[in-house]
């Protein structure tokens, strides 16, 4: 699955909303955004006590999908607080927290989804842009592409906050990274930019990078159903991000990616 890493396969996984030149912005910009929004892992609850031992098979299955998308080493918290969440934090090491409802020891393939799901979007850039609130991620992505694009303007965001984000953000990018940079944010500016559509497609790709990962819609269907507390799959159903799941795993181009990993 070493292959779930290559630049194609990003142009299937991902939504049209999430554009080539916001993925190659925010990876580029991926351990400055974390600092300048903050890693704190005592937001899910968790502390050393809360951290599985390196032998849990939980574990070894969160190394086992971090070695795929080269990402070094990963440690799991178990959060009491948060029942239901599963994220990655570019903490060092990796830490991949999961509520405990869905630590599972005997379910390895829904582990593979949840970490799959959560280190895709890490080795990305984009797992701190993934749990920020989509009016948040807005005001960031507007800040950063207002200096390049004076006109850039975000639906929803007025100008005086995206100022405010600018004045803040001005030791996020330093001066030797606005060439690099450039091309991506202009192409940025090109579109439109959504950002209600843009944070559910963030998340839509994630839970295809999961399913990518474990193999079975399934074992996707039914982790995505405890994480968002639906009772059955007909109420789940209701849930635009979980239908467009089941959309994508009888798609071509689910069909074509896992082609393209079987090679």
Do not use: W
Not at 44 to 65: C, F, M, N, T, W
Not at 121 to 139: H, I, K, N, Q, T
């Amino acid at each position: 699955l070493g292959g779930l890493t290559a630049p194609e396969v990003d142009e299937l996984l991902y939504p049209r909303a999430v554009s080539a030149s916001l993925r190659e912005l925010l990876q580029l910009l991926g351990e400055r955004v974390a600092r300048y929004v903050g890693i704190d892992l005592r937001r899910y609850g968790v502390g050393r006590g809360d951290r599985l031992a390196s032998d849990h098979p939980i574990v070894h299955v969160a190394q086992e999908v971090a070695d795929i998308f080269k990402l070094g080493e990963v440690e799991v918290y178990v959060s009491r607080t948060q029942p239901t969440v599963a994220v990655a934090e570019p903490s060092s090491p990796i830490a991949l927290i999961l509520g405990e409802s869905l630590v599972k020891a005997d379910r390895p393939q829904q582990a593979r989804f949840l970490a799959g799901r959560a280190l895709q979007l890490l080795s990305s850039g984009l797992a701190v842009p993934s749990r920020m609130e989509p009016r948040d991620f807005g005001l960031l992505v507007a800040g950063l592409i207002r200096p390049f694009q004076p006109y850039f303007t975000v639906p929803g965001r007025e100008s005086p906050a995206i100022q405010e984000e600018i004045d803040h953000q001005k030791r996020l990018v330093p001066g030797n990274m606005h060439q690099s940079l450039a091309p991506f944010a202009v192409g940025v500016a090109g579109a439109s930019f959504d950002f209600k559509k843009v944070s559910a497609a963030i998340t839509e790709a994630g839970h295809r990078a999961g399913l990518l990962v474990c193999g079975s819609a399934t074992t996707a269907v039914q982790a995505l159903l405890v994480m968002g507390g639906y009772p059955d799959i007909q109420s789940a159903l209701r849930d635009p991000a979980i239908l467009h799941l089941v959309r994508f795993a009888v798609s071509e181009e689910y069909a074509v990616i896992r082609a393209a990993l079987e090679s």
